[in-house]
């Protein structure tokens, strides 16, 4: 199942989460800095206790390690181990400088004339005192100095669980203690929060009714006092929402109007390319009656009437896929784009053009069809009126990165400022109906915008211009919002 991401959640849940996590920082880092003063304390403490239990205790042993007088100093381990009983001391080793050991509280484990652990010497190498909390023990050395000369050393191992203990109660009851602030804090953002947010949950109703194409005011019941923030909120909010509706009605009206202007020119066009065979099939039925014994004379008039319905039906069927529809408007196959030469076809004769035509689309993509074949249509119906006679039209279409790009050229003096001034606004305000070069950038603007598309226009004086079409394919952007 998809988590939805942080952003998405209701503001009375991520307000409140976000007290929580702040407390939950702030309680960290006050514990931490608690826990790590208690450390410290504890470490010159047990600094403290042990520096007096070692002082004491090489003070009585010098004589004896410069004598070797072993009884000596296991007389003097056992009676610093009854003083300093609440140490906690597990063993006392003194040793030789050679790491050699004279005596050990504990003598089983450490043999007179043994040596001193790797371990614990490696421990004490460049310290006087370490503390192990995983074992939860302490390590100390002191070094036996006479006359300036180091002849031997006192090591000792301390049980510090009890300061281990100690932490970790100090531990709980921070945990404890910030727990409670926290859940109290995280209730009380809650119900602060959502009782601040409810004017912002009926904006957000009105908003997401106003993306479904609900352009109803906010009702009066709920619009507050007029002096409050949210109450001259609101009052905007509605004075947005009327214009909206007048906006939206206005850009039906418009587009309307563009796409009768294109189909009416388009029409004549059409009309030319249905009378041309029609007169060619009227001669072939004539013919037919004459001479329609004669075998060769009735095949070739069959032929020239298959051929004439034959052109006849591509171009209507073209017409109608365009401003019809197919049954599969959110589809685009090769056929559907190069239905596109028939409804030209008159354009291109009447001018002397040529068409270089560049179809790479192999298969059927998933994208509004419909909306492709009307922008790219207006585009090539401007292509025609702006190229000069004999010239070339180009159309390409290629897929890549995820994308349909289209692209159509013409050989024309370049497009007019104020044109491409219209492709290049987010919004143009109305076709620019005074130039043929211009029918349909409105609508062209808005189909190509409708599917998440962008154009790109390339221009020069005299050097003729190229619009490009950038569309992604699988498009979820407003399929219904394309007119």
């Known amino acids: 199942m998809r988590v939805p991401r942080f952003k998405s959640w209701p503001i009375t849940i991520r307000v409140p989460l976000l007290v929580a996590l702040l407390m939950v920082g702030i309680s960290t ?9 208690l450390s410290e304390t504890q470490s010159e403490h047990l600094k403290s206790l042990t520096g007096a239990y070692l002082d004491g205790l090489s003070t009585s042993v010098v004589p004896n390690v410069l004598r070797e007088d072993v009884w000596e100093i296991f007389d003097s381990l056992d009676r610093a181990k009854q003083r300093y009983a609440g140490l906690n001391v597990l063993y006392s080793i003194v040793a030789k400088a050679d790491g050699t050991i004279l005596a050990a509280s504990n003598p089983r484990t450490f043999r007179t004339q043994g040596t001193v652990p790797e371990e614990l010497v490696s421990r004490l190498r460049d310290r006087d005192l370490y503390l ?7 390590f100390s050395r002191r070094k036996l100095v006479y006359q300036n000369l180091d002849i031997g050393s006192i090591y000792a191992e301390i049980d510090i669980s009890g300061l281990m203990a100690e932490r970790n109660e100090v531990l709980l009851t921070l945990i404890a203690t910030n727990g409670g602030l926290t859940l109290v804090f995280a209730l009380f953002g809650y119900v602060a929060v959502r009782r601040m947010v409810r004017p912002i949950e009926v904006l957000n109703d009105q908003v997401e009714r106003l993306r479904g194409g609900d352009y109803r005011p906010i009702s009066d019941d709920r619009l507050g006092h007029p002096d409050s923030e949210f109450g001259r909120l609101f009052r905007r909010f509605n004075v947005m929402a009327g214009s909206l509706r007048e906006k939206e009605a206005l850009a039906a009206r418009l587009a309307e109007e563009e796409k009768l202007a294109s189909l009416g020119r388009l029409t004549s066009g059409i009309a030319h390319e249905i009378n041309n065979p029609l007169g060619g099939l009227l001669n072939a039925v004539d013919t037919l009656r004459k001479h329609g ?7 070739s008039a069959l032929d020239l009437l298959q051929r004439g319905l034959q052109d006849i039906r591509d171009v209507v069927r073209s017409a109608l896929v365009t401003y019809k529809g197919s049954s599969h408007p959110e589809r685009l196959s090769r056929r559907d784009l190069d239905d596109l030469k028939y409804l030209v076809k008159q354009d291109i004769s009447r001018r002397r053009l040529s068409l270089d035509w560049r179809n790479e689309i192999a298969d059927i993509i998933p994208i509004h069809g419909g909306a492709v074949r009307q922008a790219t249509l207006n585009l090539l119906l401007n292509a025609c009126a702006a190229s000069p006679l004999g010239g070339t039209v180009s ?24 044109i491409r001034q219209a492709y290049e606004k987010d919004e143009p305000e109305r076709s620019l109906k005074g130039d043929d070069r211009g029918l349909g950038v409105w609508m062209v603007k808005r189909l190509v915008a409708g599917i998440g598309g962008r154009i790109a226009v ?10 490009r079409l ?12 394309v007119a």
């Open 29 to 37: 880092v006050l514990s931490q800095r608690i826990l790590a003063r």
């Open 132 to 138: 192990d909390e995983t074992s939860k023990r302490a």
């Open 293 to 299: 014994a004669e075998p060769d004379t009735r095949e």
């Open 395 to 418: 159309f390409a279409a290629r897929l890549g990165d995820g994308m349909l790009v289209i692209s159509v050229a013409d050989q024309g003096a370049g497009l007019p400022d104020a």
């Open 458 to 467: 390339e221009t020069a004086a005299g050097r003729g211009t190229l619009i």
């Open 470 to 481: 950038d569309i992604p394919l699988r498009s979820e952007r407003g399929m219904g919002n």
